[in-house]
């Protein structure tokens, strides 16, 4: 039997965005938000594979580090794990906007490296995003879409199957739709 996967941004979903035009370089700059913890859990308990699939363009710029980005991937696995929150693994492009590559969102190659790597089955999993290329990548990938819009209102959505302020009301409407058979 194939893998059922939530797939979740990093930035805006998991942990505060840096500032408009910066990049989060250090692990002592990443500030998880509330829920996150519990909401990956609730995740895993109802049997879905959690999986971060994550632009990183301040490689490609040279503001951060290859490194850094693994020690933080690191870390933010460590840390939710003390919450009783697993991350199955984390994807990344360090790739720049201009570079053409099947990694970056909106293109789904995180998702199809995971679905290969996972085994999973698209329909029966979900994309979790802040912005239109995160949904695009879920759509691309043959999943369902969760819009985490911060000033939550229906008019952002349209685009993704589902809008809702934040990750813990993300988990909720996934479990809840999720009941009903496809």
């Given at each position: 039997?194939?893998?059922?996967?939530?797939?979740?941004?990093?930035?805006?979903?998991?942990?505060?965005?840096?500032?408009?035009?910066?990049y989060?370089?250090?692990?002592?700059?990443?500030?998880?938000?509330?829920?996150?913890?519990?909401?990956?859990?609730?995740?895993?308990?109802?049997?879905?594979?959690?999986?971060?699939?994550?632009?990183?363009?301040?490689?490609?710029?040279?503001?951060?580090?290859?490194?850094e980005?693994?020690?933080?991937?690191?870390?933010?696995?460590r840390?939710?794990?003390?919450?009783?929150?697993?991350?199955?693994s984390?994807?990344?492009?360090?790739?720049?906007?201009?570079?053409?590559?099947?990694?970056?969102?909106?293109?789904?190659?995180?998702?199809?490296?995971?679905?290969?790597?996972?085994?999973?089955?698209?329909?029966?999993?979900?994309?979790?995003?802040?912005?239109?290329?995160?949904?695009?990548a879920?759509?691309?990938?043959?999943?369902?879409?969760?819009?985490?819009?911060?000033?939550?209102?229906?008019?952002?959505?349209?685009?993704?199957?589902?809008?809702?302020?934040?990750?813990?009301?993300?988990?909720?409407?996934?479990?809840?739709?999720?009941?009903?058979?496809?």
């Amino acid at each position: 039997m194939k893998n059922k996967a939530v797939f979740l941004d990093r930035d805006g979903v998991i942990n505060r965005k840096a500032p408009e035009g910066q990049y989060i370089e250090r692990w002592d700059e990443i500030v998880i938000l509330p829920g996150v913890g519990d909401a990956i859990k609730r995740l895993n308990e109802a049997g879905y594979r959690v999986i971060v699939v994550t632009n990183q363009r301040g490689v490609a710029t040279g503001k951060v580090r290859l490194s850094e980005v693994d020690h933080i991937h690191e870390q933010l696995i460590r840390g939710l794990a003390k919450k009783g929150a697993t991350i199955d693994s984390i994807y990344y492009c360090p790739h720049e906007l201009d570079k053409k590559c099947e990694c970056r969102k909106p293109e789904p190659g995180m998702l199809r490296r995971a679905v290969d790597e996972f085994d999973i089955e698209m329909r029966l999993s979900w994309m979790v995003g802040d912005n239109a290329s995160d949904v695009l990548a879920g759509q691309r990938a043959g999943c369902r879409t969760v819009l985490i819009s911060e000033g939550f209102s229906r008019r952002s959505g349209g685009l993704a199957d589902v809008v809702v302020a934040n990750l813990s009301q993300a988990v909720e409407s996934i479990l809840q739709l999720d009941t009903f058979p496809l």
